[in-house]
C-alpha cells in the first residue's frame, strides 16, 4: 500500500494564481480531511469528508474548495491564492469518520508571493 | 486562548534521558488524546491514543491524562537520538454526523543528543 499521497511536493504560486493540490489513498478510508500546519499554530481542519460525495468545511475553510467524487481522491483547490495561504498542507484519511486514528500524507509546502 | 496549548521547545536531552511533554486543554467534553509524532518534512503520525484518565505505556512511551486538570503528558524512557522530532498532542471530540473532531497543540520540537 502506498497510503496517503499527495502531489506536489512543493509549489509556488503568484497572488490571485489558483491550483489544485492532489490528495490520493489506496486504504479504502471513507474518512479524508485537509489540514493546514503553520509555525505554533498546529494542524487546522480546513476541509473534510465523510464519504464519496459528502464533504463539510473544518475550522478554516475560506479560499479553499473540495470535491470527492471517488473514495480514492480528495482534491483541494485553492481559488485565488493570497500570501495567507503559505503553509504545508497535510492531506489525512482513517477508517471511518469514528476512527481516532488519522494518516497522513507527507504535506505540500506552498509558497505564494 | 487556544483550545490546546502545547509548549513549542525545543527541548533538548542527551541521550538516555527521560523526555517529558505536556499539554493544557480547556474544553471538558473533549474524549480522546493522542500524540502525534512528527520528523522533519514528514506527515504526523499516530504514537499513542487514550480515553481515560490515569497512565498508557508502550514501550518507552507512556501517555498520562489528567481530566480533573486538563493536563495530559507524554514521557519517553530512555531517549535515543531517533526520538528527536515534533511531538504534536492532539484532543478529540466525537461529533455523532461529522465524526471526530481533532484538535491539535502546537507541536513541541524535540532533540536527543547523542
Known amino acids: 500500500n502506498a497510503g496517503v499521497t499527495q502531489t506536489p511536493k512543493f509549489q509556488v504560486l503568484k497572488t490571485g494564481q489558483s491550483m489544485t493540490l492532489q490528495c490520493a489513498q489506496d486504504m479504502n478510508h471513507e474518512y479524508m480531511s485537509w489540514y493546514r500546519q503553520d509555525p505554533g499554530m498546529g494542524l487546522r481542519l480546513i476541509h473534510y469528508?465523510?464519504?464519496?460525495?459528502?464533504?463539510d468545511q473544518g475550522e478554516v475553510p475560506n479560499g479553499y474548495n473540495v470535491s470527492r467524487s471517488t473514495t480514492e481522491d480528495f482534491p483541494l483547490r485553492l481559488l485565488s491564492a493570497a500570501p495567507s495561504q503559505t503553509s504545508v498542507y497535510f492531506c489525512?484519511?482513517?477508517?471511518?469518520?469514528?476512527?481516532?486514528?488519522?494518516?497522513f500524507g507527507p504535506g505540500t509546502r506552498l509558497t505564494v508571493t | 486562548q487556544k483550545e490546546v496549548e502545547q509548549d513549542p521547545g525545543p527541548l533538548s536531552v542527551p541521550e538516555g534521558a527521560i523526555v517529558s511533554l505536556n499539554c493544557t486543554y480547556s474544553n471538558s467534553a473533549f474524549q480522546y488524546f493522542m500524540w502525534y509524532r512528527q520528523y522533519s518534512r514528514k506527515g504526523p503520525e499516530l504514537l499513542m491514543y487514550t480515553y481515560s484518565s490515569g497512565n498508557k505505556e508502550d514501550g518507552r512511551f507512556t501517555a498520562q491524562v489528567d481530566k480533573s486538570s486538563k493536563y495530559i503528558s507524554l514521557f519517553i524512557r530512555d531517549s535515543q537520538p531517533s526520538d528527536s522530532a515534533t511531538y504534536l498532542c492532539?484532543?478529540?471530540?466525537?461529533?455523532?454526523?461529522?465524526?471526530?473532531?481533532?484538535?491539535f497543540g502546537g507541536g513541541t520540537r524535540v532533540l536527543v543528543k547523542p
Open positions: 469528508s465523510v464519504g464519496a460525495g459528502i464533504t
Open positions: 492532539a484532543i478529540c471530540l466525537r461529533i455523532k454526523a461529522a465524526g471526530n473532531k481533532l484538535t
Open positions: 489525512a484519511s482513517s477508517y471511518s469518520k469514528g476512527s481516532y486514528e488519522q494518516y
